[in-house]
């Protein structure tokens, strides 16, 4: 399984995530490392964020668990993915494996010759903003309006240092993008009457979202608070 043209045995989390949003597409998926022992990850690549997913393989028995099967031999853990297998996790939106991403993809050598190098400004963006730019999720989340004190479902798209809620799932441009940098910080919130409820502060206005579920709620501010604070703990 080790040597299959899918899995990809040097990369973490953060380089899966870039592989497959900046050159992948909807479906795209690859296997992975997991920092745990005999644990592998699936990533795959939804509409505009990567999920991840748990791959476990018994010492014991030497079967392969995924998702809800569990699988006798490799054989049969990799005829499940030639099946382009339907999956979703806590948010409830499902994701198809469609195809996966290579590991070896064929480069031409062919390259530019350098005529002018100069360096136009001093970067605004240090090694750990762009590592932690990189985690994203999407879903369906609840917000309460600012103006009209109403709760609306919004699709959720957090992506690098932004979080955009659209009106629907297929909407091209956003409602609104939030900016994470002027964010203050994020928090659980049992002021408002809706359960799994999370607040996000900017110094102009607090938005209140709701969560399906509260281990869902619990994703959403895990990966919104370690963009906020990862540079601290770098």
């Not at 899918?6 to 899966?16: S, V």
């Not at 592989?19 to 992975?32: K, S």
């Not at 699936?42 to 748990?54: E, G, L």
Request: neutral net charge; hydrophobic residues 35%; proline residues 3%.
């Amino acid at each position: 399984m080790l040597y299959r043209s899918w899995y990809h045995p040097c990369i973490d989390r953060h380089i899966a995530e870039s592989l497959l949003m900046q050159n992948g597409e909807e479906g795209h998926y690859l296997l992975r490392p997991n920092i745990y022992n005999n644990v592998l990850t699936v990533s795959v690549r939804a509409k505009d964020s990567v999920k991840h997913f748990q791959v476990t393989v018994s010492a014991e028995k030497g079967e392969i668990a995924f998702g809800l099967a569990v699988f006798k031999t490799v054989k049969d853990f990799l005829k499940h993915f030639n099946n382009q297998p339907l999956i979703a996790g806590e948010s409830g939106l499902p994701v198809m494996l469609k195809s996966p991403y290579p590991n070896n993809v064929a480069e031409i050598s062919q390259y530019e010759h350098v005529k002018v190098h100069a360096e136009m400004r001093v970067s605004s963006m240090n090694e750990e903003e762009e590592m932690k730019s990189t985690a994203t999720k999407e879903g369906f989340l609840t917000k309460l309006g600012g103006v009209i004190k109403n709760w609306k479902c919004r699709w959720c798209v957090l992506n690098r240092l932004e979080l955009k809620y659209y009106k629907q799932r297929q909407d091209g441009e956003p409602l609104r993008t939030i900016d994470l940098r002027d964010c203050l910080y994020c928090t659980v919130d049992t002021t408002q009457k809706h359960s799994n409820c999370f607040a996000l502060c900017l110094p102009w206005r607090t938005f209140y979202f709701s969560a399906a579920s509260q281990s869902e709620m619990e994703e959403w501010m895990k990966i919104i608070n370690w963009k906020l604070v990862s540079d601290l703990l770098m």
